[in-house]
């Protein structure tokens, strides 16, 4: 058996990496390549700078995605998914499919 350190298991694991209601959009809006920090504020309508700001440098952190640091004037940043984090955003690709199996039972859940 692998050794995981302070995790339980290898989804005990994951799910530190994912935690978080932004996480899974963040990765969705760096599928198509690199991305600028407005257009990812912009594109993800209700996140706050400092919580998107935190959970790109988390994501950096765990390998998940690059920032690309361009020395111009005016500065500019571009982040993009590392290749673990493409092969992560593929492992959620079967979670999101399962939502929408069930969309009606989480939406009811939701409402009462």
């Not at 004037?73 to 069930?102: C, D, F, I, Q």
Request: net charge negative; with cysteine; charged share 20%.
């Amino acid at each position: 058996m692998a050794m995981l350190g302070k995790y339980t298991c290898g989804l005990d694991a994951a799910m530190a990496v994912v935690a978080g209601k932004w996480v899974p959009l963040i990765l969705w809006e760096l599928s198509d390549g690199p991305v600028r920090f407005n257009t990812l504020h912009r594109n993800l309508s209700g996140i706050s700078q400092k919580m998107l700001t935190q959970h790109l440098k988390d994501l950096q952190c765990y390998g998940v995605v690059h920032r690309e640091s361009y020395h111009e004037v005016p500065p500019r940043v571009e982040y993009s998914m590392t290749p673990a984090g493409r092969e992560l955003l593929e492992a959620l690709e079967p979670m999101g499919n399962w939502a929408e199996k069930h969309i009606a039972q989480i939406c009811a859940a939701d409402a009462g």
